[in-house]
């Protein structure tokens, strides 16, 4: 729809034609361009939407996928920042140096020799902006998202942060471009209401890319008191509260869509949902761990434990709410249910409402968008592939090898098939379509032998980058507490 309404527009306004420089290259002209919006949820569990056969209400989210399209085999990385990492280089997290989530500690962040999605856009005449969570880096100006491509950056640096105190690991983190913002509200909110503003306020005449990467349902378990006793029916305390975030999530991704009607973009705007890993939940934590902070728990109750990284530990091994169901274990493993996550696509008059059954991963991300724009880029080789023929018109195309990386060990995809190689030493081998909530591991059996050392070889040869983080044993001393008192300066103020 877009390129018909840009044809249009070339018999009635010659301004808009094509540059020599832009025919040179094939770049289509600013004004036909179409609006991007990418929304990221944190910690979102495979069933915690209501599209997906969950309790929780997301009515506005189940609109948008109903009426797009709904990717049944989205993969992601276990962790946060291994995901973000990939999806705005298009490459590898293992390649990258970014296999676990960045602590406030790591003095670097996603490499400065890789370029982003935000600058390719920009490149091409978008105004950009990021609204909510960073997690790639701060501590070094380079590495801010204002020197990254972005044009304007308003939310936290660091990893999960409270929702209503918005402090992560000591320090107040919550701000505007480069500078900290004392302001009170619930974070979702914020969020929402902040790229309501981005949209009204955007120069009409540049397309616009807008990357929403809220903080929800990530813990802390925070929300508003009315939204909680709206789902008194469900037992568990932490899946009631887990439940009101997700619905808050919801209606703050209602307030986009509306604006974007507002506006009269929303004909003219590509959004792509998704999870940046699998959702939170007990699962994922080993039963003989689970057992011991299962007893602590018992022992103290909700006070304090009293070496601060056991409490640290506890949390995120007895908090988490999600639902991960059929798919196995959850947040931080490399199963199902810590990679395979909910997205999809919506662009009213452009794609079709269907499901999707091939493969996508969010390295998959960059090439395919800028596919999409008929823009092909210098240095335009990505470990993902452009999958944009698979969305707009169901042509299966390349499929490559897929790596996730986690705490424990690596995971290969090699569609269908899936191998996992355990820090241990110890291998699993599944078909994922066939054994979706992992089963039946094949690994041991003789007709599947070779199928398991070829991905063996495979998984081995794959290109790893220097990694970038810190020690765990100064993670263990300094943890990424989510909310909290603060007892130091707010991170912004450490940049250097």
Not at 5 to 20: D, K, M, R, T
Not at 237 to 256: K, N
Not at 396 to 421: C, H, N, T
Request: glycine content about 10%.
């Amino acid at each position: 729809m877009y390129r018909l309404l840009f044809l249009v527009s070339l018999l009635v306004s010659p301004a808009v034609w094509a540059s020599e420089e832009e025919a040179e290259i094939g770049a289509p002209p600013v004004a036909s361009l179409p609006n991007v919006v990418v929304i990221v949820a944190d910690d979102l569990g495979w069933k915690d939407l209501g599209y997906q056969g969950s309790e929780i209400r997301t009515p506005r989210m189940d609109a948008l996928a109903n009426a797009g399209l709904t990717l049944d085999r989205f993969y992601a990385q276990p962790m946060c920042s291994p995901t973000r990492a990939s999806l705005l280089t298009g490459n590898s997290t293992a390649r990258l140096g970014i296999t676990r989530a960045l602590s406030k500690l790591v003095p670097t962040g996603l490499p400065l020799d890789q370029t982003i999605l935000p600058q390719y856009l920009k490149e091409m005449g978008y105004q950009t902006a990021l609204v909510g969570k960073w997690h790639l880096g701060f501590r070094q100006r380079d590495y801010l998202p204002t020197s990254r491509g972005f044009d304007s950056f308003y939310g936290h640096l660091t990893g999960g942060i409270g929702y209503w105190d918005h402090v992560h690991g000591g320090g107040y983190d919550w701000n505007r471009n480069d500078e900290v913002l004392r302001e009170e509200g619930y974070a979702t909110h914020l969020m929402a209401n902040e790229a309501v503003r981005v949209i009204e306020g955007r120069n009409p005449n540049e397309p616009l890319f807008l990357y929403a990467a809220f903080s929800a349902p990530h813990l802390p378990n925070e929300a508003p008191e009315e939204t909680i006793a709206s789902y008194a029916d469900i037992e568990n305390p932490h899946r009631r509260v887990h439940a009101a975030m997700v619905t808050e999530l919801d209606t703050g991704i209602g307030q986009i869509v509306d604006a974007l009607e507002e506006q009269g973009m929303l004909d003219n705007t590509l959004i792509w949902f998704m999870s940046d890993n699998g959702g939170l939940n007990t699962t994922a934590a080993p039963p003989s761990v689970l057992n011991v902070f299962s007893t602590l728990d018992s022992w103290f109750g909700d006070a304090e434990l009293p070496v601060t990284m056991l409490e640290f530990v506890r949390v995120n091994f007895l908090q988490g709410g999600s639902d991960n169901q059929p798919l196995r274990s959850g947040k931080g493993t490399l199963y199902e249910g810590g990679v395979r996550v909910p997205s999809f696509l919506y662009w009213r008059g452009e794609l079709q409402p269907r499901q999707v059954g091939g493969m996508v991963t969010v390295q998959d991300v960059l090439p395919s968008i800028l596919s999409m724009l008929q823009s092909t880029p210098p240095n335009s080789e990505f470990d993902g592939i452009d999958r944009w023929p698979l969305l707009k018109d169901g042509r299966s195309g390349e499929v490559r090898d897929y790596l996730a990386v986690a705490l424990d060990g690596e995971a290969l995809f090699q569609y269908p098939w899936k191998l996992i190689q355990f820090s241990s030493g110890d291998v699993e081998l599944y078909n994922v379509e066939a054994d979706p909530s992992e089963e039946n591991n094949l690994s041991e059996m003789p007709e599947h032998a070779a199928k398991r050392d070829e991905m063996i070889a495979a998984l081995d040869a794959k290109p790893r980058g220097e990694p970038v983080g810190v020690p765990l044993w100064q993670v263990f001393w300094d943890p990424d507490f989510f909310g909290g008192e603060e007892d130091r300066v707010p991170w912004m103020e450490v940049v250097q």
